[in-house]
């Protein structure tokens, strides 16, 4: 069956340190992938997404994955994380028409 | 335009009663799947709803169930509740046509005492 792991649980980080979380999914074929972010008390938000073309794919609030077909990894990168990217962190691949999520990668960014 | 809402946003229920749970998908979106997390854990696909007929299921009992109504939005329903069944019930719509793409709603989040 198709999954994803996260290794990294928790992460702790403080203000301008780069970011990289790690993303890696089972499945050999043609993927979707998706990194969404959960603010603390908030929903799940879409951060990028990757589903052909150019593997280095830019979303919002100046994330970064890319794509390694290789490696079957979908990193999510920052260069200079921000307090309010204080978040948990959850890589996900499209399995038929739903999403299969990896466990969550908690991120504390202290100033 | 209104996002994906749920109701209600948090339920406390006792072992063995049944818990009804509401969605509103997205304007425009016609799919609804539901979604639960667990502490600690991703959210885990329970079932998927388009034209008002259940399309895909994932690992779940059928002591989950639910409903698609005409206007789109969805109801999911939890028989004979467990204590393992505390967790946050997410709700994600999506256009059929582009199922690639779920919009997801702030949760309820159950607790069985």
């Known amino acids: 069956a198709q999954s994803v792991s996260q290794h990294n649980h928790h992460v702790i980080l403080s203000e301008a340190a780069s970011l990289e979380l790690g993303c890696n999914y089972s499945?050999?074929?043609?993927?979707?992938l998706f990194w969404y972010v959960q603010y603390p008390g908030q929903h799940l938000q879409l951060l990028l997404k990757?589903?052909?073309?150019?593997?280095l794919v830019k979303g919002i609030k100046g994330f970064e994955a890319e794509f390694i077909k290789s490696k079957f990894s979908f990193n999510l990168r920052k260069p200079s994380v921000q307090w309010s990217d204080t978040a948990e962190y959850f890589c996900?691949?499209?399995?038929?028409?739903?999403?299969?999520f990896g466990t969550g990668t908690r991120l504390q960014v202290f100033p | 335009d209104a996002g994906v809402t749920q109701s209600p946003t948090h339920l406390i229920k006792t072992r063995g009663q049944q818990v009804t749970l509401r969605c509103s998908p997205k304007?425009?979106?016609?799919?609804v799947s539901w979604y639960q997390q667990a502490l600690g854990q991703g959210p885990q696909f329970i079932f998927q709803?388009?034209?008002?007929?259940?399309?895909q299921r994932g690992n779940f009992p059928d002591r989950f169930s639910g409903h698609q109504f005409p206007n789109y939005s969805s109801e999911l329903n939890v028989n004979a509740l467990l204590l393992g069944d505390s967790a946050l019930y997410l709700c994600?719509?999506?256009?059929?046509?582009?199922?690639?793409?779920?919009?997801f709603g702030p949760g309820t989040r159950l607790l069985v005492l």
């Open positions: 994600a719509s999506s256009p059929f046509v582009a199922l690639q793409t779920q919009y």
């Open positions: 304007s425009g979106h016609d799919t």
């Open positions: 990757y589903f052909s073309g150019d593997p």
């Open positions: 996900a691949v499209r399995n038929t028409d739903k999403l299969i």
């Open positions: 499945y050999g074929g043609t993927v979707n």
């Open positions: 709803y388009y034209e008002e007929e259940e399309r």
